[in-house]
């Protein structure tokens, strides 16, 4: 696969930003556009959809630009790039009586609802792309997957992290299933710090710190120059305690039943898709 990701470098105005569907995933992402001193992209305005009211008035009243709309045809008719950002099963109810103009600009949220599926939803007008932004977005700190890479929709995401181009629907599915296995990491922090506190350990100090040593592996992780087994590589020593818990714990069933649940998740991502 060819993908390329990118940072912050593009000089764009996005206009009137219009969002249907105000979760988690799209309140990031108009914090994360909305912060100050943009530098590379300037948003003239925000229109949200009334739906998750608390959310939307929330963030109508801590910046000017935000308003919120009577409805999601009024957001498509204010918004010059609108942000779908339901659940996939949600798509037909929040797009009904929504008519999108010819050259406007449809950025989905959805995993796994492909780019055919939401033409069928938005007629021959706009212009659409898939997206998988997570909640760094917000602090401007995420790469999304962008499938295709429009030069509006590119500059946008720059500016909250970085975009990964992603050449087709097949491999943006399987972009997607990483995107599902963010807890899973989590998880494992979890369970450390459980264990640390069943040891006796005071439990916030003790979580603290494994945090901040999960923290410290940041710069390794963004340097693009080194691969994750170089940096696996570089923690451990011939008999070490690294050594023993990542050989001892990732034996051939641990791992055999991570890579079936990535299938396992890969094969409901196509679904979508298909479906």
């Known amino acids: ?3 390329t990701a990118h940072g912050p470098d593009s000089t764009a105005g996005t206009g009137v930003i219009g969002v249907i569907g105000v979760g988690e995933i799209a309140e990031a992402l108009v914090t994360g556009l909305l912060l100050p001193d943009t530098g590379s992209v300037v948003v003239d305005s925000v229109v949200l959809s009334p739906r998750s009211a608390a959310r939307s008035a929330r963030l109508a009243a801590g910046d000017p630009r935000v308003t919120v709309a009577a409805d999601n045809a009024q957001v498509a008719d204010s918004a010059d790039t609108v942000i779908v950002s339901v659940k996939p099963d949600q798509l037909a109810e929040a797009l009904e009586g929504v008519t999108f103009r010819p050259g406007q600009l449809v950025v989905s949220t959805l995993a796994g609802v492909d780019l055919a599926t939401l033409r069928r939803h938005t007629g021959p007008g706009p212009e659409i792309v898939r997206s998988v932004p997570l909640p760094p977005v917000a602090r401007r700190a995420g790469v999304t997957p962008l499938i295709p890479a429009e030069p509006r929709v590119v500059a946008m995401f720059d500016l ?3 975009h990964l181009a992603v050449p087709d629907e097949e491999r943006m599915a399987a972009v997607t299933v990483i995107t599902g296995a963010q807890t899973a990491v989590l998880q494992y922090v979890s369970v450390l710090c459980d264990w640390a506190a069943a040891n006796g350990l005071d439990p916030a100090s003790s979580e603290m710190f494994v945090r901040q040593s999960v923290a410290g ?3 390794g992780l963004k340097d ?3 691969q994750v087994s170089e940096l ?6 011939p008999g070490g305690l690294n050594l023993q818990l990542r050989t001892g714990f990732f034996d051939e069933t641990v791992t055999g039943a991570l890579l079936s649940q990535l299938d396992a998740l890969h094969d409901r991502v196509r ?3 298909r479906g």
Do not use: Q, V
Request: charged share 30%; net charge negative; glycine share 14%.
């Open 232 to 237: 696996i590589d570089r923690f451990e020593t």
């Open 271 to 273: 679904g979508s898709d």
């Open 160 to 162: 909250l992290g970085g």
């Open 224 to 226: 693009a120059s080194k």
């Open 1 to 3: 696969m060819t993908t």
């Open 217 to 219: 592996l940041e710069p």
